[in-house]
């Protein structure tokens, strides 16, 4: 029997049937930011310092989440009721994306990066831009993205992804809340 495209696409991008989708709001400011703070300074040390994992754990603060979520397209992944991960859209571009520590590798960043780039082509633009942290390179070459050639600073890579048409998906509606079901900021 030929398995069923969308549902092969969904098993892809969710591996865990636990794992939720939503659009963050103000309540969840401090959790992204926590996140975020241990993301950075847990995960990222496999390529970075110490020193550079603070910098950069640092540069931004809540003000930060809080413009993300009120001026872009934030998504949260939740696996019960916990939040396990987020990733920050504006435009065609992955401005930002965090998975919590005990999370990781389970593949809660690459359904995040999935939702992202879906949200991208359903609005018509062909390209996914990026700027990769060292730490990330491997992870984001793995799901297609390819450096484009810019060395954006000493730890960062600026990266890129060519999207098909075809990978419009229609999950949105599948893997949010009925709350934000079918919201589609502009
Ligand atoms: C990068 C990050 C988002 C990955 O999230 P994740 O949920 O752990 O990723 P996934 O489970 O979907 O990983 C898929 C694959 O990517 C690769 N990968 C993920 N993290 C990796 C790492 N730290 N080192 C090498 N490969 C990695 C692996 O091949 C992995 O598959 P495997 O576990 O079967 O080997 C997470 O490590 C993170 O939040 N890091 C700190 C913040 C950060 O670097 N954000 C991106 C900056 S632009």
Redesign the pocket.
Known sequence: MTPNPALHLLNRIRPDPALHFRLADPSDVTNLYDIRQA??RQ??L?HLSKREAVDWAERGGIPRVEQAIAKDEVWVATLGRQVV?WIHRAANSIEG???SPPA???????ALVGLAESHIVQRGHPLVV????L??V??YR?LGYAPAGIQCSSAAVAMSKHLEASQAMALTSTMTSPANAGHIPP
């Not at 990781?104 to 690459?110: L, P």
């Open positions: 993301a950075i995960l990222s496999t991960g994306l965090y998975v990781a590798r389970q593949g809660v960043g690459t990026l700027e990769s942290s730490n990330a491997g992870f793995r």
